[in-house]
């Protein structure tokens, strides 16, 4: 961090997504860019304290649960030097779930494998810097299913930090339905400044700000108001996770139309007939 801090941030570690604690822009690099599943905070907490003990101060950016863990864990005596940023948050399945359908298709993780998942709007995985998991602009059946809400842990769906009030001082997101007209094909993110410190935090960046209505960011963004609503089809498709059935066939039952409408268009463009 470029003002004298440290920042805590999760990054793929082989094929894991963990946390660390460190001030080194390449392993910032490394963090940026949304993992759409669990990550793992262990040691994390714990490592913060002890940071901010030895008067360092820590940006801390999570899950709004791991953001309420780590304002717990901290207590209020050193509150002040501990700047948090939650993510507006759907819902995160368990590492397993990915894990599983990497080694379906072929696919796996590691240091030199970084997973990317998704590329401003376009939603699919894919290794930083290298190609899709399956043909470029068909959507893979992981993130069917992530976007369908599905294999989230049970939690997710009656989530207590899904809501307008955060537990942050600066809440990130997808900006949907807000006044700027470019952001669908360019993606902007939203940044809720929740506190003194978060209008602080955003000061210090040279990011090009845009002022949006607020009310029509909250309308707009389901997961501001509410926690994700449980599919019906979740609990048959956890079930069958659990007894060994493979992702894409789990997720062609749950999702058959989805499923149908990439398939179609995986042919397509394998025959010419559509352009990626
Ligand atoms: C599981 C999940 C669900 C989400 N659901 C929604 C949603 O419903 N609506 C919405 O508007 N936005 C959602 N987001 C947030 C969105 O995907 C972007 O992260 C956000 O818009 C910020 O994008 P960015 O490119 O500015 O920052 P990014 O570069 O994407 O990431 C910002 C920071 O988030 C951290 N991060 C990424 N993934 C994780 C993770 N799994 N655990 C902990 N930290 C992580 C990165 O390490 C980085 O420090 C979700 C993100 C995640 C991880």
């Not at 793929?12 to 963990?18: L, V, W």
């Not at 397993?96 to 998942?117: A, Q, Y």
């Not at 079930?239 to 995986?266: E, H, I, M, Q, S």
């Amino acid at each position: 961090m470029a003002s004298n801090g440290l920042v805590c941030s999760c990054a793929q570690e082989g094929g894991e997504f963990r946390f660390h604690l460190t001030s080194d822009a390449d392993y910032l690099r490394r963090a940026q860019g949304s993992k759409y599943v669990k990550s793992n905070p262990l040691g994390a907490y714990r490592e913060v304290r002890e940071a901010l003990q030895g008067g360092q101060r820590v940006l801390f950016i999570g899950l709004p649960c791991q953001v309420a863990a780590m304002r717990n864990f901290v207590g209020s005596r050193l509150a002040d030097s501990l700047y948090t940023i939650d993510l507006i948050c759907h819902g995160s399945p368990s590492p397993k779930v990915l894990s599983r359908f990497l080694e379906e298709t072929g696919n796996n993780l590691s240091n030199e494998l970084i997973l990317d998942f998704r590329k401003k709007v376009q939603f699919q995985l894919r290794y930083r810097g290298a190609e899709t998991v399956g043909r470029t602009g068909v959507r893979d059946r992981y993130s069917i299913a992530f976007l369908s809400g599905l294999p989230y842990t049970e939690g997710c769906y009656s989530c207590r930090y899904a809501k307008g009030d955060r537990v942050s001082d600066i809440t990130l997101g997808d900006s949907w339905g807000s006044e700027l007209s470019d952001e669908v094909a360019n993606g902007i993110s939203l940044a809720l400044v929740q506190t003194d410190k978060g209008r602080e935090l955003l000061e210090m960046t040279d990011l090009e700000l845009l002022p949006v209505d607020p009310g029509l960011a909250v309308a707009n963004n389901e997961q501001l108001q509410r926690p994700s609503t449980k599919p019906i089809e979740r609990n048959t498709f956890m079930d069958g996770f659990r007894n060994g059935v493979r992702v894409n066939r789990l997720v062609l039952r749950a999702r058959p139309k989805d499923c149908a409408k990439y398939l179609v268009k995986d042919i397509l463009l394998a025959l010419g007939l559509l352009r990626g």
